[in-house]
């Protein structure tokens, strides 16, 4: 068995053209004179500044593409453009530094074109093969227009060239398929787990097999959880100024739509169990029963209320949750104290979401939206031990990407 050859658009390939693209193409339609040659100027100081502004944004954008769902778009790429870019220039306004503005913007527009572009071209064009074992596996695995699932026997039967084996490595392999995964191996083609593949792919980590020894990958760097705790209250002091203003006026919407208090106080469970008062803007009329979910077309929520939840603006008021240390921007979203007692004694694992703080939003709310039913919430489940396991700066960073793309399409919403 042999390794698939290497991809038209690789890594290397990529990042080479685009530099061609976006950094040297553009240079004599601004350049007065051969750069590099004479004094050092303007020219010569545009050209490295826009160097180092497309490789920030290249960078950042496959870090962002590796994660399953992100990968590289317009709406990842261009907020990260804008603000690299937008830095630089700051910088350079500061410093009183002379460089051609026309270069170092239109490096920009070209920079988040051409990632656009790569990334409609991997998505239509670049299919991997990977050989699965056991043949009964291949159900089970997840149908990706970029992925294409292969019977391991008849690949070898046929000498047929793969990026991969995906294997049961949890399971017991019969001896002849240890040696044939061996001497893969040693031809260079990688053996994957199928837990860790699916897991890869789907930014679910599957309860299924999940074993006590696997908890310790649950546990985050207690370093990036404490670095971020700083960011995150320096930064909701910043929004305090800009958010107050809107605070006041939805508050005043909410008072004058229906009789009854502005905000509504629900116990919820947060870190490590503990329970806290979750605030939020009152959607729902006063005195009306039902159960602890919102249903869809909820006769319950008010008028005024439909438009905050599909604008997620009711969640403002939880910047002060924030504040107080019961919540974070990113984590786990947290249940109501009469719903957490239910799903902690039917859904085995669900208790571990409490190991970091819950979030307004999260990578199970950009993912799958509200849910409540017992399967829903395993998914849901699965989808939050992903973030544990993989929980960054990086991580974090598609969350908040994600979720103003679907606060913009106003999907998931009750």
Known sequence: MRSAPQRFIETWVDAVLGFLFCVVLPIPLYANDEPFIGPFDASEFTILVTAAAYATVWYCGRRLEAFPGAGLNVAHVAPVAVITYALIAAVLLLLRVEYSRVQLFGSGILTVLWMAVIAELRARYLVRNYAVTPYSAIAAMPRLPTCRWLDFDAVRRRGLRVDAIVADLSGDLEEGTLSALADAAIAGVPVLDRRYVVETMTGRTPLSGLSPNEFGSLLPSRQYLVVRRALELGLTVLLLPVFLPVLAVVALVVRLDSPGPVFFLQTRVGRRGRSFRMIKFRTMFVGMSGPSFTTSADPRITRSGRFLRLCRLDELPQLFNILKGDMSWVGPRP????????????????????????????????????????????????????????????????????????????????
């Open 335 to 414: 249940e109501a104290a009469s719903l957490e007692e239910g799903y902690v004694r039917d859904i085995e694992y669900f208790a571990l979401r409490g190991i970091v703080r819950p979030g307004i939003t999260g990578w199970a709310q950009v993912n799958q939206g509200y849910a409540y039913e017992a399967d829903a919430m395993r998914s849901k489940l699965e989808y939050d031990l992903y973030y544990l396991k993989h929980c960054s700066l990086w991580l974090d960073l598609v969350i908040v990407l994600r979720t103003f793309a679907v606060v913009l399409h106003g999907t998931g919403a009750r």
